[in-house]
């Protein structure tokens, strides 16, 4: 995905029985699209846990939220019930041709461990309101997540300074 194009479709049911339509949402700045791999990842538990703590901050922002994996409903809704991730939306369900379209990496299930067969690795997205790509940080590995504090305030540079989208001519 380039910077400043439409990001792709992203439709998929959320694990308090209602869909999440990328396309629907309205917010005042940005959507934040948090990837994630999944119910075996301890590293995904501390950022989903840590957004969860901080949603008040990007809502306060005009932020929409959500949190979305390639995991099963079952696996899913392990996360809902036993993480901590206070009223993040948790989608799921995410198909390996959505992440691909999202630019994310995808991993195959390590032999003993407890992942699933296929998982996508991690990501995370700033939509503006129109369904552009302002800001992408795609990984190929689980560690070293961009820091939430450093993003919201990069956030409130970004709308205090009318800052536009960077990387446009890759």
């Known amino acids: 995905m380039k910077p400043g194009t439409q990001v792709?479709?992203?439709?998929?049911?959320?694990?308090?029985g209602a869909r999440y339509?990328?396309?629907?949402?309205?917010?005042?700045?940005?959507?934040?699209v948090v990837m994630y791999?999944?119910?075996h990842c301890p590293v995904c538990k501390g950022q989903l846990t840590e957004l969860g703590s901080k949603l008040d901050e990007f809502t306060k922002r005009g932020i929409n939220v959500v949190a979305a994996s390639m995991d099963s409903e079952e696996r899913a809704m392990v996360v809902?019930?036993?993480?901590?991730?206070g009223d993040v939306p948790l989608a799921y369900d995410m198909s390996d041709e959505t992440a691909r379209e999202w630019g994310l990496y995808i991993?195959?299930?390590?032999?003993?461990?407890?992942?699933?067969d296929k998982f996508s690795e991690p990501g995370?997205?700033?939509?503006?309101?129109?369904?552009?790509?302002?800001?992408?940080?795609?990984?190929?590995?689980p560690f070293t997540r961009p820091p939430l504090d450093d993003l919201l305030e990069?956030?409130?540079y970004i709308t205090k300074n009318?800052?536009?989208?960077?990387?446009?001519?890759?």
């Open 8 to 16: 792709p479709a992203l439709d998929l049911p959320l694990t308090i």
């Open 162 to 170: 009318d800052y536009p989208t960077r990387g446009t001519l890759t």
């Open 107 to 116: 991993s195959e299930k390590r032999e003993g461990s407890e992942e699933p």
């Open 80 to 85: 809902d019930q036993e993480w901590e991730t």
């Open 154 to 156: 990069g956030i409130d």
């Open 21 to 32: 339509d990328l396309s629907k949402q309205d917010p005042e700045t940005f959507t934040l």
């Open 37 to 39: 791999r999944g119910k």
């Open 124 to 141: 995370m997205f700033l939509v503006r309101p129109d369904g552009t790509l302002y800001f992408a940080s795609i990984q190929n590995a």
